[in-house]
């Protein structure tokens, strides 16, 4: 007990240490990130960092759900995050397995609008490895029409399950009403006709991954017990011969909306749910919006909001209510989202909501409230970057916003400088009602809230 009671000792000792250190650079990050970028335009990032024998290497592809810009074929970035793991013709699905339990490493990876990330965790020994494998799909992943059809049923059993959730129902109906031309329009996993379609795509399949799974369009992010110079020379050893490709996708600029939009599921299953969904700006480093537009959220939607206390804790009519912005390269959504007791209660809740919105835009915050919220925000992030796991987590989606990992240290900076004025300005500027999707879930066949 004792000897837990120092470790559990030591480790906040330390990431403290490193906070502080962070602290007088000027960087949330305490440790030094390193980058290269290869003549291919392959980038790599690597973070030394003092995890005896272990290394997390991570593949950041910047494809997502957003790049599937043509008609009657969304669905193929999630798609290709199964097919990866199809195998090749050097490492077959079960030599593949075999190989990453013989270096006793786990591999996985998941897909959002923005990115596709692969990453494994093992023996930093065992680091050349790792990327012969990885490199070897990345640039000679091979499969038969057989298999393309197989993995596509797979997709679409996967889109059943989860279409099952009448909240993944509600999703897909706000992100359909809430965009008109952007392809955030549509989820991850894509539309359900082109998923039932999706076994008919066999040679567009060829040509989605021909185009992006590119050295321009990748990653590397190596943290752990070693060094730049080593990845360095690993990546030009698996990687230089990758060649450039040549295809850039022009994504859809979504129009200004001008009137508040509503999406209502009838499901009595679960219990009432209130979405309001404002159209909020892409992430940018270099503004201080989004990082007002999450101390905002924190304030105001937090478990510690007088929002939170009044309508969950006293009066009972919510069981939940939450809010925040999602982090995307293009404008998405700032959502608030609440469950609720009584069907009754939908305009109630959301009226109260919108109270406290106004009262921001009038009343400004409260100065000490202000600076514990920025204070909190960074703690809370230094106190989770104690792994290499975590760290190059957290540098992946930064580096899928922006393509640059510094820029979670820019953004951290920012978050010192949000002031009063710039949370009152980034209340007036976003939550108005000509930007809102109003989603709701009830047993009622209309949604009952205006």
């Keep these: 007990m004792k000897s837990k009671t120092f470790l559990m000792l030591l480790l906040f000792f330390l990431v403290f240490a490193n906070f502080n250190f962070a602290k007088d650079t000027g960087k949330i990050l305490p440790y030094k990130i390193h980058q290269t970028k290869l003549s291919n335009d392959l980038n790599i990032v690597t973070v030394p960092f003092d995890s005896p024998g272990i290394a997390a290497f991570y593949i950041v592809v910047r494809v997502g759900a957003r790049n599937e810009v043509e008609e009657g074929v969304t669905g193929f970035a999630h798609f290709f995050e199964h097919m990866m793991f199809r195998g090749t013709d050097k490492y077959p699905k079960r030599e593949y397995q075999a190989v990453l339990k013989s270096i006793g490493a786990s591999a996985n990876a998941n897909t959002s609008q923005d990115r596709t990330v692969y990453h494994m965790t093992g023996s930093a020994e065992k ?102 110079d080593q990845v360095v020379s690993l990546s030009k050893k698996y990687f230089g011969d990758w060649e450039r490709g040549n295809y850039t996708v022009e994504i859809p600029t979504e129009p200004k909306q001008t009137e508040t939009r509503y999406t209502h599921l009838q499901n009595g299953s679960i219990p009432p749910y209130l979405g309001l969904h404002y159209k909020g700006p892409a992430f940018n480093d270099k503004e201080i919006d989004m990082p007002a537009l999450d101390v905002l959220s924190s304030i105001v939607f937090s478990q510690t909001s007088d929002l939170y206390k009044k309508l969950v804790l006293e009066e009972r009519k919510a069981r939940f209510i939450g809010g925040g912005a999602f982090d995307s390269r293009d404008p998405n959504l700032f959502s608030i989202q609440a469950s609720l007791i009584n069907e009754a209660d939908l305009q109630y809740v959301k009226d109260e909501i919108v109270k406290a919105i106004e009262k921001v835009k009038t009343e400004g915050v409260d100065e000490e409230t202000l600076n514990k919220t920025k204070s909190n925000l960074k703690y809370s992030f230094a106190m989770n970057i104690d792994a290499p796991d975590n760290i190059a987590n957290s540098l992946s989606h930064y580096i899928q916003l922006t393509g640059d990992p510094e820029s979670l240290n820019r953004l951290y900076q920012l978050y010192d400088k949000v002031s009063v004025e710039d949370v009152v300005m980034v209340a007036k500027k976003y939550f108005v009602q000509t930007g809102l999707t109003v989603s709701t879930i009830s047993d009622k066949e209309m949604g009952g809230v205006k």
Excluded at 140 to 148: A, I, M, P, R, V
Excluded at 203 to 224: A, I, L
């Design 127 to 228: 680091l050349e490895l790792m990327f012969e494998i990885e490199a070897d799909r990345f640039m000679n992943l091979n499969y038969s029409e057989h298999d393309f059809k197989t993995e596509a049923g797979a997709v679409k059993g996967e889109y059943t399950k989860n279409f099952a959730s009448p909240y993944q129902q509600n999703f897909e109906n706000l992100k359909n009403t809430a965009f008109d031309k952007h392809t955030y329009k549509h989820t991850t996993m894509g539309f359900f006709d082109d998923i039932v379609d999706m076994p008919n795509q066999y040679e567009y399949s060829k040509t989605f991954f021909d185009r992006y799974y590119r050295p321009e369009y990748c990653t590397v992010v190596v943290v752990g017990d070693v060094t730049h």
